[in-house]
């Protein structure tokens, strides 16, 4: 969703038609998993019109082409569809794909006003989950509520009773996909906080670790008292830069279950006081940049300091996935990848 928003909100601004393809049911080795979106752009109605345009991906390339093609038809027509694709092994080798899959893509011409409302959820970092009849008697309404529920945005024809099943539907469904009420299919499109990761130390790996994190959909945050190592210099594009300890700054950003920490200075004023103070919080993923010498002697200060073996038994070091890293860029990809294993549950990728 975030990668296609600036792009999609230019061409509104420049009037262009546009229509949203959105990822609505996967089977098998589909290489999109629902609610992945593309936008299409039609030309300009006048002597210069730019070609068709196109941003984000439904399949990672087999598909699209037809895509763009029912996109363009329904601008003209004004109906929303769902398309039914079968991916071959054979095609999605010959498109660069390991395996194929079967998926299923609801386009419509995109609604100016609802969409604004499911970017505002993307670019404020808020929940939210659409509601879209994507087959039935009202193919294209659809319903927006927030993250207590309430309704950001209702199609005017979409019919009360509807209304509230889907309302319903919304309060026990905790995954994108499609669901049958009755006889109508609707798209369940799950919009998320992106997971936040904070690193404890504007060192150099924390330069390569923080765009790369952003590029895989993380918030960055950058805690670091010392202003000369966390400067907006240094990470031009993060979310937060805090220059204080991070007893003081790590409850400000908040450690919840959305949260995963790096702890990157070897300076045990810093590390200790942002591993006192995240560890019994329980959050998913706490990493220390460490040799095992020096680990040994945090951990006797850690329990001189009072937390309990089981906080310290949470902590991953020497960070990251072993690949043999030696460059500040290896090293950034191999915490990158630990805290992506653990965000997925791959466990067998993780010590």
């Known amino acids: 969703m975030r990668d296609i928003l600036d792009t999609m909100n230019r061409w509104l601004r420049e009037d262009r038609p ?16 629902e609610g992945s979106k593309l936008g299409i752009a039609g030309a300009w109605e006048r002597a210069d019109s730019a070609p068709p345009s196109m941003i984000g991906s439904v399949s990672g390339g087999c598909v699209e082409g037809a895509v763009v093609e029912e ?37 419509e011409p995109l609604d100016a006003t609802y969409w604004h409302l499911l970017a505002g959820l993307a670019t404020d970092d808020r929940y939210g989950v659409a509601m879209v009849v ?11 509520l927030d993250a207590g529920g309430q309704t950001l945005y209702q199609s005017g024809d979409l ?10 539907a919304a309060a026990e469904t905790h995954k994108s996909g499609i669901i049958t009420l009755g006889d109508t299919r609707v798209m369940v499109d799950q919009q998320v906080e992106r997971p ?12 390569p670790l923080a765009a790369m994190a952003q590029q895989v959909g993380f918030r960055v945050s950058i805690i670091d008292p010392r202003s000369a190592f966390a400067s ?39 590390d200790d006081k942002a591993l006192l103070t995240a560890l019994p919080a329980g959050i998913p993923y706490v990493g220390v940049l460490s040799s095992g010498r020096t680990h040994r002697q945090r951990v006797a200060r850690l329990r001189e300091a009072g937390l309990s073996e089981a906080h310290i038994s949470q902590i991953h070091t020497p960070i990251g996935i072993d690949i043999g890293a030696s460059t500040p860029e290896e090293i950034a990809v191999c915490i990158l990848a630990e805290i992506i294993a653990v965000r997925n549950g791959a466990r067998d990728a993780v010590r």
């Open 232 to 270: 907006p210099e240094r990470f031009p594009d993060v979310a937060n830069i805090l220059h204080s300890y991070p007893d003081k700054a790590l409850p400000t950003l908040g450690l919840d279950g959305s949260a995963y920490l790096a702890v990157l200075t070897h300076d045990p004023k810093i």
């Open 196 to 207: 936040h990761l904070i690193l404890v130390g504007g060192v150099h790996v924390a330069i």
């Open 159 to 168: 019919p009360e009773t509807l209304a509230a099943q889907m309302r319903a």
């Open 71 to 107: 996109a363009l038809a329904g601008m003209k027509d004004g109906r929303a569809r769902l398309l039914k694709f079968g991916v071959a092994d054979d095609l999605a080798w010959e498109v660069g794909l390991t395996c194929g899959g079967s998926i299923e893509v609801f386009v």
């Open 134 to 144: 994507v087959e039935g008697a009202h193919i294209g309404e659809k319903l927006l």
């Open 18 to 33: 546009v229509a949203l393809a959105t990822v609505a049911k996967t089977w098998g080795s589909a290489p999109r998993r």
